[in-house]
């Protein structure tokens, strides 16, 4: 389970260079993670789901350009 600032990380493993604010404005996108727990103050996902998430997008934006 990650968090959404361990996304940033993982984001960019796949040489997609985002900041956390991309990553707060994509989790209103419909197909984004659920929630599945809570640290503390921070949301945890399923980093499956948010790998899923970045093809997915990656996809969508390669079929725009």
């Known amino acids: ?3 959404r ?3 940033v990380t993982i984001a960019r ?3 997609i260079f985002v900041s956390r ?3 707060h404005r994509w989790a209103n996108e419909p ?3 659920y929630p599945i ?3 503390g103050r ?3 996902y399923s980093s499956e789901e948010f790998n899923d998430f970045l093809k997915r ?3 969508r934006i390669q079929e725009e350009h």
């Open 37 to 39: 727990g809570q640290n």
């Open 1 to 3: 389970m990650i968090n």
């Open 42 to 44: 921070y949301l945890l």
């Open 21 to 23: 604010s991309t990553i």
């Open 13 to 15: 493993k796949h040489n």
């Open 31 to 33: 197909g984004f993670p």
């Open 57 to 59: 997008k990656v996809k």
């Open 5 to 7: 600032t361990q996304m």
